[in-house]
């Protein structure tokens, strides 16, 4: 990788280095959304670079309220973009220098939603996840379901209700039937958990009845968030058969404002667990296909500090994103720019690293303690669940800052 350094002031550790220049939806005032590009504690408002007559790209692509337009127009002229703005960020003589109002405080916009969602997917790639919950749910000798290292296994999830970072979410109510119960009863859920996830962006649209190759899914991938799948676990546990999750998830997801390009996250290529039967050929890839992208989850009860209670890497998953695109387009089904694709709870073997608060506390058997005292098996009113991810090498930094969310009461 070769060095670059920035003329623009960005901290030692800030996920939002100039190897990373992800790209968001910002707005200083409700009604004027923007594309906007993270460097340091800035924004880069790429409207008013286009205007200067900087990019190849018209500024009409960047004054829009969503990245669909942009990334439609593929990846040769979002990559370009993206190289033309760090090479304007490195430059010592760059034209930027006299342009103060290209930038844009981070602490002063409120982030957006920066796709528009046609169709969400959520994966289940993570095979100690898996195995845990069917430890939990269902069979301990026997927790990997038979289909499970032969299928990515997967649900469409619901677009609806994809949220932004710092969107509060409301404690849902719905039909749980208690352990000894004959009947079931309708409640608010008393078992709401997150899953600690990555989503990918698509970046290329299919056609229907096309495929796409384990070769060719790269080119169909813009870029990376952090995820979180917001879970009722007593609602999931009675509705999920046979068909799978439904209303035990519906009720809302939230993911991270910036998009970091899967180019930029090239250096930290690693290669993934052995997969054991032999996978069939339309899944088999080359190379590295994981991703070293430390992750980690706090938690905080209202106006109290914050307790990280997991600590994950995304290099853990079974199934790795190009798989997940093979195998969910193998049938011929479409994809659509904008599509988002979440990885699964990412859990590792370790305890420490467990991804949902249904194997912290084992299914709510094992209450654990907080920095303030209190304890607790899943998440109580106003407590706040805050994810991080970014990953790091040779002092290079390319982070997603954070997915945030506080659960306020049943409505
Ligand atoms: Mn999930």
């Not at 969910?328 to 089904?333: A, D, I, L, S």
Request: with cysteine; proline share 4%; charged share 20%.
């Amino acid at each position: 990788m070769t060095t670059l350094k920035t003329w623009v002031s960005v901290p030692k550790d800030s996920d939002f280095s100039i190897y990373n220049l992800p790209y968001g939806i910002f707005s200083l005032d409700e009604n004027t959304l923007k594309v906007g590009m993270a460097i340091g504690k800035q924004i880069v408002d790429l409207s008013a670079v286009a205007d200067l007559g900087l990019l190849e790209v018209n500024s009409f692509y960047f004054r829009q309220s969503t990245l669909n337009e942009f990334i439609g127009l593929g990846k040769e002229l979002t990559n370009k973009v993206r190289l033309d703005v760090q090479r304007l960020l490195v430059l010592e003589n760059s034209p930027l220098k006299n342009h103060p109002e290209v930038f844009i405080a981070q602490r002063e916009v409120r982030m957006h939603l920066p796709v528009r969602i046609g169709d969400y997917t959520d994966f289940y790639s993570s095979i100690e996840h898996a195995t845990n919950v069917g430890k939990m749910y269902r069979d301990p000798e026997n927790a990997l379901l038979s289909n499970w290292r032969h299928i990515p296994v997967g649900y469409h999830g619901r677009a609806s209700s994809v949220v932004v970072s710092g969107t509060s979410i409301h404690r849902p109510m719905g039909q749980v039937k208690q352990k000894d119960a004959s009947e079931p009863t309708f409640k608010a859920s008393e078992s709401l958990d997150f899953e600690l996830e990555m989503g990918f962006v698509i970046g290329k649209n299919t056609k229907l009845g096309e495929r796409i190759s384990t070769k060719n899914a790269g080119e169909h991938i813009f870029g990376l968030v952090l995820f979180n799948d917001w879970s009722a676990r007593d609602i999931q546990k009675w509705e999920y058969v046979p068909l799978g999750p439904f209303l035990g998830k519906s009720f809302g997801s939230s993911m991270s404002p910036w998009i970091v390009t899967i180019e930029a996250l090239e250096p930290f290529k690693v290669s993934g667990p052995s997969q054991q039967p032999e996978v069939l050929s339309y899944l088999k890839c080359d190379g590295n296909q994981n991703y070293d992208i430390q992750l980690e989850v706090g938690m905080a009860p209202k106006d109290s500090n914050e307790t990280v209670i997991s600590t994950s890497n995304f290099k853990y998953m079974y199934w790795n994103m190009i798989q997940q695109l093979a195998h969910h387009t193998v049938n011929g089904c479409n994809v659509n720019v904008g599509d988002v694709m979440a990885s699964g709870t990412i859990s590792g073997k370790d305890e420490k690293s467990y991804g949902s608060l249904l194997e912290i506390s084992w299914g709510g058997k094992k209450p654990f303690e907080m920095k303030d005292g209190s304890t607790r098996t899943f998440i109580e009113d106003y407590d706040t669940i805050t994810m991080r991810g970014f990953a790091e090498k040779k002092g290079v930094r390319v982070g997603f800052g954070e997915v945030s969310g506080t659960i306020l009461p049943s409505v």
